[in-house]
C-alpha cells in the first residue's frame, strides 16, 4: 500500500523552529518528485515547497522562500521540511505529498494525512 | 507568479445536476492543470491531471479539459459523496499555486 506519513508536528513560539518529516512507504520513493502543501485555518491550500527525484530542482512558495528548506534522503524513502523564523501565519496542516512524476511539474497523487504546525506565543 | 483564479467560489446543486467550475490562469500555462477534491478532515484527492486526463480510480462523471489559461472540471449525475471543495492547480512553473477553491453544497 502507498503510503506517506507525516511527523513533527507541534505547537511552537513564533521565531523559533520545527523540523517536519514524511515517511513514504509502498512505492519507489526516489522515481518521484516530492512536495509539502499547507492549509491554514479557514483558508484553501497552498503549495510549500516541492522537490525532484534527484533534489536537482527545488522551489518555494514567496511566503517562505529564505525561511524554509526541503530535503529527501533517498535512502531512507523520507522527506523533510525544515521551518525556521516561524510566524503566527505559518499555522496550519501540513502535508506531505507525492508528485506523479520525477519532477515538480505535474500533479500530486499521493497525500498523508498531515501534522498541525500551531505557531503561537 | 501565476495566479489562478475559480469560479464560482461556491454552487448548490441537487445529486444527479452536472456542474462546471472553471479556473483561469494569469498567464499559459499549456496543459499543466491539475484539480483535486477536499472533503472535511481528509486529504485532497488528485482527479485530473495534465488538465484532462483522468486519475487512476476516479469516476468517469468526472473530466477536465481546456488548456492556455482557461480550464473547466465537469461533473455530470452530481452524487452525494461529490459534495466537497474543488481546487484547481496549475504545475507549469515554481511556485506551484492553487485555486482559492469551489465549495459545492447540496442544495
Known amino acids: 500500500e502507498v503510503q506517506l506519513v507525516e511527523s513533527g508536528g507541534g505547537l511552537v513560539q513564533p521565531g523559533r523552529s520545527l523540523r517536519l518529516s514524511c515517511a513514504a512507504s509502498?512505492?519507489?520513493?526516489?522515481?518521484?518528485?516530492m512536495h509539502w502543501v499547507r492549509r491554514a485555518p479557514g483558508k484553501g491550500l497552498e503549495w510549500v515547497s516541492g522537490?525532484?527525484?534527484?533534489?536537482?530542482?527545488?522551489g518555494y512558495a514567496d511566503s517562505v522562500k529564505g525561511r524554509f528548506t526541503i530535503s529527501r534522503d533517498n535512502a531512507k524513502n523520507s522527506l523533510y521540511l525544515q521551518m525556521n523564523s516561524l510566524r503566527t501565519e505559518d499555522t496550519a496542516f501540513y502535508y506531505c505529498?507525492?508528485?506523479?512524476?520525477?519532477?515538480?511539474?505535474?500533479?500530486?497523487?499521493?497525500w498523508g494525512q498531515g501534522t498541525t504546525v500551531t505557531v503561537s506565543s | 507568479d501565476i495566479q489562478m483564479t475559480q469560479s464560482p467560489s461556491s454552487l448548490s446543486a441537487s445529486v444527479g445536476d452536472r456542474v462546471t467550475i472553471t479556473c483561469r490562469a494569469s498567464?499559459?500555462?499549456?496543459?499543466?492543470l491539475n484539480w483535486y477534491q477536499q472533503k472535511p478532515g481528509k486529504a485532497p484527492k488528485l482527479l485530473i491531471y495534465?488538465?484532462?486526463s483522468l486519475q487512476g480510480g476516479v469516476p468517469s462523471r468526472f473530466s477536465g479539459s481546456g488548456s492556455g489559461t482557461y480550464f473547466t472540471l465537469t461533473i455530470t449525475t452530481l452524487q452525494p459523496e461529490d459534495f466537497a471543495v474543488y481546487y484547481c492547480?496549475?504545475?507549469?512553473?515554481?511556485?506551484?499555486?492553487f485555486g482559492q477553491g469551489t465549495k459545492l453544497e447540496i442544495k
Open positions: 522537490i525532484s527525484w534527484n533534489s536537482g530542482s527545488i
Open positions: 492547480q496549475q504545475s507549469y512553473s515554481t511556485p506551484l499555486t
Open positions: 509502498g512505492f519507489t520513493f526516489d522515481d518521484y518528485a
Open positions: 495534465a488538465a484532462s
Open positions: 505529498a507525492k508528485g506523479v512524476g520525477a519532477i515538480v511539474h505535474y500533479g500530486m497523487d499521493v
Open positions: 498567464q499559459s500555462i499549456a496543459g499543466y
